[in-house]
């Protein structure tokens, strides 16, 4: 219901937000916060930054990727703080649950987490939420995701990285998520 909330508010507003399912949760992230990201876009509440968003630190910006090679994208939480590939959310997310009577729930979370966002001319083809800081795309899809590296296959693609920093599952109301204002820019061969 709410996805059909925030894409008739899309079409109504004219609005930006990716509004596009993403295509992973990794580490702890999870549908609610693919939902928090995109309400911050449809607010216009993601500050294009150079001193607070995150920045791929490698591969290189402008890189030509072999098909056959996947790459680990690397970025840090901003460019005074590099963090760490584990990212600053704790590790253990398992699910829990209040009993017979309820169901299943993934604890809150708190710490920095990343709306990954691949585009080819502006449109997002391919996205992932993660609390992570590198990601690669996965070694085999199943027959409910698509395989992400052959969607990047023989094109030019742009990564948007968008961060925020939650506090038991929210941004808090004075701040903002961030992205840097150049997306990293990167092409994958046909070979």
């Given at each position: 219901m709410r996805t059909l909330v925030?894409?008739?508010?899309?079409?109504?507003?004219?609005?930006?937000?990716?509004?596009?399912?993403?295509?992973?949760?990794?580490?702890?992230?999870?549908d609610e916060h693919w939902l928090l990201f995109d309400d911050q876009e449809l607010a216009k509440k993601v500050m294009e930054s150079?001193?607070?968003?995150?920045?791929?630190?490698?591969?290189?910006?402008?890189?030509?990727?072999a098909f056959s090679d996947k790459p680990i994208f690397h970025w840090n939480q901003d460019p005074d703080e590099a963090g760490d590939s584990g990212g600053d959310v704790p590790a253990d997310c398992p699910q829990w649950n209040l009993g017979g009577l309820s169901i299943l729930h993934?604890?809150?979370?708190?710490?920095?987490?990343?709306?990954?966002?691949?585009?080819?001319?502006?449109?997002?083809?391919?996205?992932?939420i993660t609390s992570l800081q590198e990601w690669t795309p996965p070694a085999t899809a199943n027959r409910s995701m698509i395989d992400a590296w052959k969607t990047f296959r023989n094109r030019q693609v742009s990564l948007k990285i968008v961060r925020a920093k939650?506090?038991?599952?929210?941004?808090?109301?004075?701040?903002?998520?961030?992205?840097a204002a150049t997306p990293f820019a990167?092409?994958?061969?046909?070979?």
């Open positions: 925030l894409a008739t508010l899309l079409t109504a507003c004219g609005g930006n937000a990716p509004s596009r399912e993403p295509d992973e949760y990794v580490g702890c992230a999870t150079s001193t607070l968003a995150p920045q791929v630190t490698a591969p290189p910006i402008g890189s030509t990727f993934l604890p809150v979370v708190s710490g920095d987490l990343y709306d990954l966002q691949f585009s080819i001319s502006g449109a997002v083809f391919y996205r992932v939650l506090l038991r599952n929210d941004l808090p109301s004075d701040t903002y998520a961030y992205a990167f092409t994958v061969s046909n070979w």
